[in-house]
C-alpha cells in the first residue's frame, strides 16, 4: 500500500517565478494538507483540501494557491516566488476530521 | 506568535538510558496532542498522541505525559536506542482549530551506542 507520494523531490527556482507541487494522498484518505517546513523549524500548516474544497487556511499569503482533484490527489502552487520560500513542502493526507496524518517525503524547493 | 515550543534544540544520551523530550504550549484551545519523529529525506511519522482528557498515553517503549494546568507535555523513550536517533517534533490540534496541526521546533535527539 503507497503511502503519500510527492513530486518532484526537488527543485530549483528564481525569484518571480512560479511552481507547482504534487501530493497524491494515501489510499482511502480523502483530505490532504499542506504544510511548509524552512530550515530549523517546525511544519507550519499553509491550507486543507476536502472535496476539491479549500476547507482550512493558515497565515499564508494568497500567492499560495491549492487544488484537489476527484481522485483526492492535490497541487500546492506558489506565484512570485520570494527567497523567504525556500523550505521543504510537506504534504499530508488523512481521513477528514481525523488527526491520523500520514506525510510524505516532502519536495525541497530552493529559490535563488 | 509561537504557540507551541519545544525549548531544547538537541537532546544527547546514552543507549539503554531514559530521553525526556519537553513541550509547552500557550493555546488552553488545544485538546490534542501528537508527537511525531523525522529521519533526514523523510516526511514525519506518528509515534504517540493523548487526548486532554488523559493524562499518561504508554505504547511500548514511548509514553507521552500530560500536564494541562501547566501546559506542558513530555515524551519518555525507555530504553533508548541509537535508531531513535531523528528530529522529534511535538504538536497540537483542537476543536477549535479544525484537525489542522501546530508544531514545535523539533528536538533533535542522539542516542550515543
Known amino acids: 500500500d503507497a503511502g503519500v507520494t510527492q513530486s518532484p523531490t526537488h527543485l530549483i527556482k528564481t525569484r518571480g517565478q512560479q511552481v507547482t507541487l504534487r501530493c497524491s494522498p494515501k489510499?482511502?484518505?480523502?483530505?490532504v494538507s499542506w504544510y511548509q517546513q524552512a530550515l530549523g523549524q517546525g511544519p507550519q500548516f499553509i491550507f486543507q483540501y476536502y472535496e476539491e474544497e479549500e476547507r482550512q487556511r493558515g497565515n499564508f499569503p494568497d500567492r499560495f494557491s491549492g487544488h484537489q482533484f476527484p481522485n483526492y490527489s492535490s497541487e500546492l502552487n506558489v506565484n512570485a516566488l520570494l527567497l523567504g520560500d525556500s523550505a521543504l513542502y510537506l504534504c499530508a493526507s488523512s481521513a477528514l476530521g481525523s488527526y491520523g496524518y500520514t506525510f510524505g517525503s516532502g519536495t525541497r524547493l530552493t529559490v535563488v | 506568535d509561537q504557540q507551541v515550543k519545544q525549548n531544547s534544540p538537541s537532546l544527547s544520551v546514552q543507549e539503554g538510558r531514559i530521553s525526556i523530550l519537553n513541550c509547552d504550549y500557550t493555546n488552553s484551545m488545544f485538546d490534542y496532542f501528537l508527537w511525531y519523529k523525522k529521519y533526514p529525506a523523510e516526511g514525519p511519522t506518528f509515534l504517540i498522541s493523548i487526548s486532554s482528557i488523559k493524562d499518561k498515553n504508554e505504547d511500548g517503549r514511548f509514553t507521552v505525559f500530560l500536564n494541562k494546568s501547566a501546559k506542558h507535555l513530555s515524551l519518555h523513550i525507555v530504553p533508548s536506542q541509537p535508531g531513535d536517533s531523528a528530529v522529534y517534533f511535538c504538536?497540537?490540534?483542537?476543536?477549535?482549530?479544525?484537525?489542522?496541526?501546530?508544531f514545535g521546533e523539533g528536538t533533535q535527539l542522539t542516542v550515543n551506542p
Open positions: 489510499s482511502g484518505h480523502d483530505t
Open positions: 504538536a497540537a490540534s483542537g476543536e477549535t482549530s479544525g484537525s489542522r496541526l501546530t
